[in-house]
């Protein structure tokens, strides 16, 4: 199942986990995110020099923080957001799916998850939670 609005992942289970379109450069091997980059974020190859693949929606959390003013008309706030690196030097901020800051830190590792209680197009229908596993990635 993909959702129809965006290519930047699937539902890749039934507890609505997601996987990430990811394009990985023929020249270097570097992943870079979204799928339809403007070329290597690595190497700065053309993006017809590398294919797309997808990967599990995991990453770990490296910062996290509360925002409290409403910046986004569609996000009330307060709502935490972090920053995952999805892969080695590829960092992305993100809405993380936890009540509060307090219940997360650096270094855990997150998985993205499928929302789909969000119905508002200005919204991407994805929130990262810890995953309550040790390190796994490789990363």
């Known amino acids: ?9 699937k539902i890749s289970d039934s507890q609505n986990r997601l996987a990430f379109s990811f394009h990985q450069c023929d020249k270097c091997g570097a992943l870079s995110f979204p799928a339809n980059t403007f070329g290597c974020h690595q190497c700065g190859a053309h993006t017809e020099d590398g ?16 925002v409290y003013a409403d910046i986004c008309p569609a996000l009330k ?29 650096p270094g855990m590792l997150m998985e993205a998850v499928y929302i789909p209680d969000i119905k508002d197009k200005a919204l991407i229908p ?14």
Request: proline residues 6%; charged residues 25%; aromatic residues 6%.
């Open 126 to 139: 994805c929130r990262f939670r810890p995953t309550g596993n040790k390190l796994e990635m490789g990363i």
């Open 1 to 9: 199942m993909t959702d129809s609005s965006f290519s930047l992942f």
């Open 51 to 66: 294919h797309t693949i997808s990967r599990p929606g995991k990453g770990v959390l490296r910062t996290a923080i509360t």
């Open 77 to 105: 706030a307060p709502y935490v957001i972090g920053e995952i690196e999805l892969a080695p030097g590829l960092i992305e901020e993100a809405v993380l799916d936890v009540g509060s800051e307090d219940e997360v830190h």
